[in-house]
């Protein structure tokens, strides 16, 4: 029934958008993304950094100034929307007001003259597919934000597409049930193994849900990698900040072999991995995620440092410890049976080599 999976490969996609008075801004400034067949990418970043326009290059809604669009091995850079094959789902879910559901679903494949037969049997499907099996005779109306958001995501794969494309199609929903939903879209896509491209400003969204991760930042791809690969090595310090929380600590290269880097800093010397080799003395960020710290007492060999604040979220408590001026998160995780520290109390401060991370010294501290 359905195609085998096909790739899907962006390549420098540039766009600008003239500005009142201020010349053109690149909203999309060279971007390649490569998707693999049946593979689920996201795209991710900050709002404004090129996501939707990039999406919409892709379907066609949009023309690149600059760049290629391939599905397949074909070049579908001049193709109009409708001849790409491609199923499309916005966040405002878009549905027809005074369409049933049914026949919301099945409108375009009446455009396509599909026999009525094979409508009634694949509106069907994709009813059953996105759990609505029974609501086709109801009117967008009278369905609640989920549901109408299942309708939309059903009329998208009725059409069984080369490619599903999501711009943050969740972000309309309540926080749990968005949760929920991103499970079933997940669930969805692995059983049709269609090739999609996700859009969303969510970190852990874009970990929960996809096989790979395209980080922007100003209409330009910063990193690509799975979940794990950005979160323990990523790319720049603003990676590393968007994507989970950091510690930035600033510091000089004091010695470099050949896998490691030793950084002074903190008055002390801290061994990490680095994206690149780099001379002694060069000025650096050594990156450290809070569960990399270690926390010990007063009497503890390391950085000395004096605990400013604890949060108790059950699984794990949070510090703020004040170490020479620089307030260093930690995470301590199963706390049950330990005594915690206390505000104020003087501790010293250790971290588990193997995650920390070397990369190029913030340019603008927070
Ligand atoms: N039609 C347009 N005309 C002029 N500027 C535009 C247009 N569409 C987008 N832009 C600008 O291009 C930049 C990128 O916009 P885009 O919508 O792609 O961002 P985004 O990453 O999807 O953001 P968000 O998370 O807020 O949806 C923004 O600065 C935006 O103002
Ligand atoms: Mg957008």
Redesign the pocket.
Known sequence: MQDAAVPVRAERLRKS???HGEGS?A??DDVDIVVAPGEFLTLL????????????MIAGFEEPDHGRVLIGDEDVTELPIYRRNIGFVFQSYALFPHLRVFDNIAYSLRVKRLARAEVGRRVDDALQMVGLGGYGSRYPNQLSGGEQQRVAVARAVVMQPRVLLF??PLSNLDAKLRVQMRLELRRLQQELRTTTIY?T?DQEEAMAISDRIVV?ER?RVVQAGTAEEIYYDPSCDFVARFIGRINAIAGVVADASADAVEVEALGVRLRARADRSRPIGTPVTVLARPESVVIAGASGSGIRGVIKERIFLGEKIEYLVDAGGLTVQAAVYKPMGMKPFDVGEPVTLDFDDKQLRVVDAAVAAE
């Not at 970043?45 to 919409?56: D, F, I, M, N």
């Open positions: 958008f003239a500005r801004l909203a999309v970043g900050p709002s404004g950094c090129g996501k939707t326009t990039t999406l919409r711009d943050e859009v400003h922007m209409g």
